[in-house]
Nanobody, 125 residues
Framework: QVQLVESGGGLVQPGGSLRLSCAAS????????MGWYRRAPGKQRELVAT????????????VKGRFSIGRFSISGDNANNTVYLQMNSLKPEDTAVYYC??????????????WGQGTQVTVSS
């Protein structure tokens, strides 16, 4: 099994920043991808950002910039199976429970998706 431990959520004012961290542990043969999803009250869970083992990233339109650096930035440490989400210029609509996800092989030919318990991010004045 694979366990994910998240940290870094909390209450922040609009325009503020937070950094989420997630560490994966357990029977990990190889990680394919790690990322962050969120579920706002009354809404379905949605993608925020993902990072594959090669360092490639993918962001939701709501957090990436079209003409400048996006509000959110995902990074990771492959050696320690860790992923981070730097969130800047936070808006009230970013309020949600943020879930860490990893898609990982636990043997040479068996992979699955694993989820953390979630961390609350609240953006409010």
């Amino acid at each position: 099994q694979v366990q994910l431990v998240e940290s870094g959520g909390g209450l922040v004012q609009p325009g503020g920043s937070l950094r989420l961290s997630c560490a994966a542990s357990g029977t990990i043969f190889r990680i394919i991808e790690m990322g962050w999803y969120r579920r706002a009250p009354g809404k379905q869970r949605e993608l925020v950002a993902t990072r594959n083992a090669g360092g490639g990233t993918n962001y939701a339109d709501s957090v990436k910039g079209r003409f400048s650096i996006g509000r959110f930035s995902i990074s990771g440490d492959n050696a320690n199976n860790t992923v981070y989400l730097q969130m800047n210029s936070l808006k009230p609509e970013d309020t949600a429970v943020y879930y860490c996800n990893t898609r990982a092989y636990t043997t040479h030919n068996l992979w699955d998706d694993y989820w953390g318990q979630g961390t609350q991010v609240t953006v409010s004045s």
